[in-house]
């Protein structure tokens, strides 16, 4: 039988009560290493909740720093954390929520010649990038080494949201075969973005890594969730995999 510390037990009290959860998934949570790229908008509130739920080891890769123009969206930061470096930044708040996990900083970039090294032996991959050159690494990555991909994308008041996995269901580049042609998809600092909408497509996201991490529930393989958020609305898209792109990635 797994065994809990008192304080874990009154920690994850409400997570350890829960039907069809309990203590076998909260185990798997603990043993459990996740790597989140990007500790901005999508990446503040997933790992704020993957700290909460108890994600044993979390990795989190940012090479920027925290500027105030950040602060209405990127809420893991702080205004006396301008200038500080995201990964750290995000590093210092989520102990502060749950000193019993482990988090781990990358301040440097990832690129096709380290991403493989860094992300070999997670469990999950969760991915807030806003840059196409990271996502298509991240993807390859995932792909060769079998890892579970949890994607989500902001543009203006919609999102975008799903989980690829190789062998098992769709990857980045099914979505998109090829990057765009430069410039012609806007940045959150030219569309704008509103901060709930990434608070709530993010929360989703680290959802989707615990609901992969201890297998309760159905992860969103296979379909892409599009949230309108001027109507509140989530829409549930099908998507096939393409066995070529596979093949070659």
């Keep these: 039988m797994t065994e809990f510390s008192p304080q874990e037990i009154s920690r994850y009290r409400r997570q350890l009560s829960l039907a069809g959860f309990g203590k076998d998934a909260q185990a798997k949570l603990r043993d459990s290493h996740v790597a989140v790229i990007g500790a901005g908008g999508l990446g503040s509130p997933a790992l704020l909740y993957l700290a909460g739920a108890g994600v044993g080891k979390i990795t989190i890769f940012d090479s920027d720093t925290v500027d105030v123009s950040n602060l209405h969206r990127q809420v893991i930061h702080t205004t006396d954390k301008m200038g500080v470096n995201k990964a750290e930044s995000a590093r210092q708040q989520m102990v502060a929520l749950n000193p019993e996990i482990a988090v781990e900083v990358v301040t440097h970039r990832l690129d096709e010649n380290n991403i493989l090294g860094h992300l070999r032996g997670t469990d999950v991959v969760l991915d807030g990038t806003d840059n196409f050159a990271t996502r298509y690494n991240a993807s390859w990555a995932c792909a060769t080494l079998g890892i579970p991909h949890v994607w989500a ?17 769709p990857i980045y580049e099914d979505l998109f075969p090829i990057p765009p042609a430069p410039g012609s998809v806007p940045s ?26 201890t297998g309760v529930g159905t992860p969103l393989i296979g379909k892409i969730a599009y949230f309108t958020a001027l109507e509140g609305t989530w829409e549930y898209i099908p998507l096939v995999g393409n066995p070529e792109v596979t093949e070659h990635v």
Excluded: R
């Excluded at 909408?197 to 991490?213: N, P």
């Design 153 to 169: 994308s902001i543009l203006g008041f919609d999102a975008q949201l799903t989980v690829f996995y190789a062998d098992n269901g």
């Design 188 to 213: 959150c600092s030219q569309a704008g973005v509103l901060g709930p909408t990434v608070g709530i497509v993010g929360s989703a996201m680290a959802l989707e890594a615990m609901k992969l991490i």
